[in-house]
């Protein structure tokens, strides 16, 4: 199985499924007869670059080499996984899946983007169907990991299993979506909320601005955590979900909605529409606004991996499929790694971590640092087993030095030597490195601690015999530049 | 103008429009014959003390009294907000109005948190329908600040001027409504999501726990910083808004929405729903699950005011108005207080700033010195202004003393003294208090740079002079304990 995916049909979906695929390592082949297809793609590249990279708090592999191909057929030579991004015309794509499924391996699985038709409209007709799927992404794809996988009875248990595989190595949540429907799921919702945001417009109820500051204000709020559900319950309180739910019924009966009745499209009302949209947000450009979304994105992406809930939840999951794959950063590391500096840290600099100018923030580098203890710590095996046992490390003094400036999107990593190891001490000296630029140092006492007391104890498991290892190993290093110094001290 | 609540029913949202009335230093009279209404307020309290406070960066004024009042008219007395969060039923809502405008001031504004009812519906039959306003809020009201504020022609322009100020110094976000509608915006919203959701579940296209997650990991997360049609601008992308609507258009004709056709509310589909439910999250507790949504919230809310986006802008927009009201964190000091050290932060410790134990994190000591720093720097002339004509302070070095643990919700302050402001340098001590205790230390060194040559250059503007001054001055103060220490010195 080759980590090779073509992306037939560019634009910014196209173009977002073509940057997660390369910057999750696979090579990426692309087929888009618009003679624009590269700039736009790369457009959407470079949005993915500065904002992908640091959502995750290990090293993304490699990116991927991006090929653009004249054929259908050479975009597809070898590929496992093809996706289809096509404009909405049932079709167009019908003979795109024609040419594609007499071209492509047999065993690629070809998803389709479409918000529009269902998998059996696709399948229609084919020479083999059960290679099709709808793989249906939501904007900016390099960034939400939801992909609605919608299937039938065509495709195997094996490939449907294949592509939530697939989905998930590039960092997306397969939704898996048994019984086809116009739209999905998501979809529909949207659906139902554009059309009563028309009527509102329309009627001069709200303005877009209005309508959006309703969501983002408030309910928007929620959903970016919990859905419908989940929030209905945790409102419903001590009653519990019944109790809510009857409380709701009656609401259902009352005539105060119009959404089956659709508002007539006229250019008044898309004047009326657009000219209020500029109004709320043409001080951006568009790709400005694009920025900015991807900024707020990942700072609330993250926000939500430091909880372990909901989207940041999933980004946790797929670190960890990261690590275990990569290896970047070492469980305990055997007797020939002890004799350099042990890496504690790897990985690009989040969005978050930057300032408006573009340079990472001065507190960020303590974070850096204190995910570098942290990684130590589970080296040694004061791991979050061991802490609730009810033993850890405290840091009890800090000294950085700030060398170099360090950009958003940057590669880094810590290098982490021990100077000592012996009894309850933890005394670690990182280096935050910047490709061959050293950026910063950050020498840290800790001391072992017991949770009960908050007093100073000998550490137990597996910890002593580690320390000591590393203690010892480490002891033979050439002493770095900086340790000891206090602030002000000459250089 | 008093600076009293009384807060008319209580539950999740009445007691959540105390909570935050409180926690804005609003003393708060409440009125509720429910003989659980101290309970189950004081829970809604708890959960608000924990998370509302941290969500500034400033401090909030100290809380407001809390009192419980057996008759209406002593809850109503010298108030000046008056909100009613009664149960939905009409006949109910109009009998309390009765007796609050008979009871209450005569100026006193009287919102409504109905969700079903129009103001016109509350006004009419009143002795004085001009003081009666919807105010309908969102839960958790003690976090997102939208209030959907629907008025009619029997409210005067002061009455909604009024209305407006009060709400945004309890850091809401007032929208107005002036064309009431049944629901009023957001709400609509939701009841379209809702009955389609409904089907969803009905049909068996998809379980609770598949809609939630086809939200959250998906559109949910845009929404909670762009609502419908600003998404929808950024993507319609260079082609632009009308080209985006344009495609749109054919969508709305389709007849694939059940959505006027209401499901019936059948105890087999409650049921249905409510086992889901139970599946998907009933591994936690009720206060559980609102502990993990307000940890939740706060984080993203936090990322985007380090955006300044979105809700993020208004709390930002919120704090500002607390600092210019409470001077508790100074612009530059007269000659008297210099004789001290200079307050540079006060703030409550924010719920992403502790670890999972609720204890801060090693990594937020530098974040709060990084405040301080941020803050002397704008009290000396170091403002956005000045850095905008190209001129900077870079931290070179930083010693921190990490001397106590700090809870989550804790007010903390940093006291700052500069050891050394002469030339180029910018050597400062700063202190971290959580009331009386010596929580840390940050010793750091900053060197005046020119952002254009990334190199040292003088400070121009007012900062040399204030430097001095500071510089002066506190050569007279005593030298604290833990200045040029280095990592590991004896204590």
């Given at each position: 199985m080759s980590n090779i995916a073509a992306i037939i049909g560019g634009g910014v979906i196209g173009g977002g499924w073509a940057a997660r695929f390369a910057l999750m390592g696979w090579q990426v082949r692309i087929f888009d007869p618009d003679p624009e297809a590269e700039r736009k793609i790369g457009e959407?590249?470079?949005?993915?670059?500065?904002?992908?990279?640091?959502?995750?708090?290990?090293?993304?592999?490699?990116?991927g080499a991006i090929t653009f191909h004249a054929e259908l057929a050479d975009a597809v030579a070898g590929a496992s996984w093809i996706q289809e991004s096509v404009p909405e015309r049932l079709e167009l794509k019908q003979k795109v899946y024609a040419s594609l499924l007499a071209a492509a391996p047999s065993d690629a699985i070809i998803g389709s983007s479409t918000s529009g038709f269902k998998p059996s409209?696709?399948?229609?007709?084919?020479?083999?169907?059960?290679?099709?799927?709808?793989?249906?992404?939501?904007?900016?794809?390099?960034?939400?990991?939801?992909?609605?996988?919608?299937t039938t009875a065509a495709n195997s248990a094996e490939t449907i299993a294949r592509a939530q595989q697939i989905l998930r190595a590039i960092?997306?949540?397969?939704?898996?979506?048994?019984?086809?429907?116009?739209?999905?799921?998501?979809?529909?919702?949207?659906?139902?909320?554009?059309?009563?945001?028309?009527?509102?417009?329309?009627?001069?109820?709200?303005?877009?601005?209005?309508?959006?500051?309703?969501?983002?204000?408030?309910?928007?709020l929620r959903w970016a955590q919990m859905g419908l559900f989940e929030t209905y319950r945790v409102a419903g309180g001590e009653a519990g979900m019944k109790h809510f739910m009857a409380q709701f019924g009656p609401a259902l009966k009352w005539p105060w909605t119009k959404l089956m009745d659709v508002p007539e499209f006229t250019d008044e009302l898309v004047d009326l529409i657009a000219g209020q949209s500029d109004a709320q947000s043409g001080q951006y450009s568009i790709r400005e606004l694009e920025r900015i979304r991807d900024n707020n994105l990942v700072g609330m992406m993250r926000a939500l991996?430091?909880?372990?809930?909901?989207?940041?939840?999933?980004?946790?999951?797929?670190?960890?499929?990261?690590?275990?794959?990569?290896?970047?950063?070492?469980?305990?590391?055997?007797?020939?790694?002890?004799?350099?500096?042990?890496?504690?840290?790897?990985?690009?600099?989040?969005?978050?971590?930057?300032?408006?100018?573009?340079?990472?923030?001065?507190?960020?580098?303590?974070q850096a640092f204190g995910d570098a203890t942290d990684r130590f710590m589970w080296i040694v095996g004061c791991d979050a087993e061991y802490i609730a046992t009810?033993?850890?490390?405290?840091?009890?003094?800090?000294?950085?030095?700030?060398?170099?400036?360090?950009?958003?999107?940057?590669?880094?990593?810590?290098?982490?030597?021990?100077?000592?190891?012996?009894?309850?001490?933890?005394?670690?000296?990182?280096?935050?490195?910047?490709?061959?630029?050293?950026?910063?140092?950050?020498?840290?006492?800790?001391?072992h601690v017991s949770l009960e007391t908050r007093r100073p104890s000998e550490p137990t498991g597996v910890?002593?015999?580690?320390?000591?290892?590393?203690?010892?190993?480490?002891?033979a290093l050439e002493r770095p530049e900086g340790v000891g110094r206090y602030v002000g001290a000459p250089r």
């Open positions: 959407v590249l470079d949005n993915a670059r500065r904002s992908l990279p640091g959502l995750s708090d290990t090293a993304l592999p490699a990116e409209e696709l399948q229609e007709g084919t020479s083999n169907p059960g290679q099709i799927v709808v793989a249906h992404p939501f904007n900016p794809v390099y960034l939400l990991p939801l992909a609605e996988l919608v960092g997306m949540y397969p939704l898996h979506v048994k019984k086809e429907i116009d739209a999905h799921i998501a979809d529909r919702f949207l659906e139902a909320v554009w059309r009563e945001a028309l009527w509102l417009v329309k009627d001069g109820i709200a303005s877009t601005e209005e309508i959006d500051d309703a969501i983002r204000y408030g309910f928007g991996k430091h909880q372990d809930y909901g989207a940041g939840a999933l980004l946790n999951e797929t670190d960890k499929g990261l690590r275990d794959q990569n290896g970047t950063v070492q469980d305990f590391p055997d007797i020939d790694d002890l004799t350099k500096p042990i890496e504690t840290v790897s990985r690009a600099v989040p969005l978050d971590w930057t300032d408006y100018n573009g340079h990472m923030n001065e507190a960020k580098y303590l009810g033993g850890s490390y405290f840091t009890a003094e800090t000294h950085i030095r700030h060398l170099d400036e360090i950009q958003a999107g940057e590669r880094i990593r810590v290098e982490t030597i021990c100077l000592n190891g012996q009894g309850k001490k933890m005394h670690l000296f990182h280096q935050l490195w910047a490709g061959d630029r050293l950026c910063a140092s950050g020498e840290h006492i800790l001391i910890i002593p015999q580690r320390m000591a290892a590393i203690h010892d190993a480490h002891a």
